[in-house]
């Protein structure tokens, strides 16, 4: 499964304008497809692209994971801590869809 960065706004997940020419040109994620977000805080949504356009990519929640730094016992992201990326986290606790 493909990992991208993006946004979350309640159940939608909405892949960072610069991932989406790789995601649809290079990868080619139509509907149905499945996926991993970050969000950048830490935490790692799974989903299901429900729109796929060249200007947005749309995904519907399905689970909900926060992630753990290697390089601490805090959550971050390439985008506040250099050393970490995608394949810098460690999973932590998981919640599924209606979990709370």
Do not use: Y
């Not at 990868?27 to 429900?50: E, I, K, N, W, Y």
């Not at 805090?74 to 995608?86: D, E, L, N, Y």
């Amino acid at each position: 499964m493909h990992t991208f960065w993006g946004t979350v706004d309640g159940d939608q997940l909405r892949l960072d304008p610069e991932e989406i020419p790789h995601a649809l040109k290079v990868l080619r994620l139509q509907p149905g497809d499945a996926l991993h977000v970050l969000d950048g805080s830490g935490t790692r949504f799974t989903g299901v692209v429900r729109r796929a356009h060249k200007k947005e990519v749309i995904a519907e929640v399905q689970e909900t994971l926060r992630l753990w730094c290697r390089f601490g016992s805090f959550a971050c992201s390439h985008r506040t801590h250099q050393k970490c990326g995608p394949n810098a986290f460690l999973s932590g606790e998981s919640r599924r869809d209606g979990d709370s």
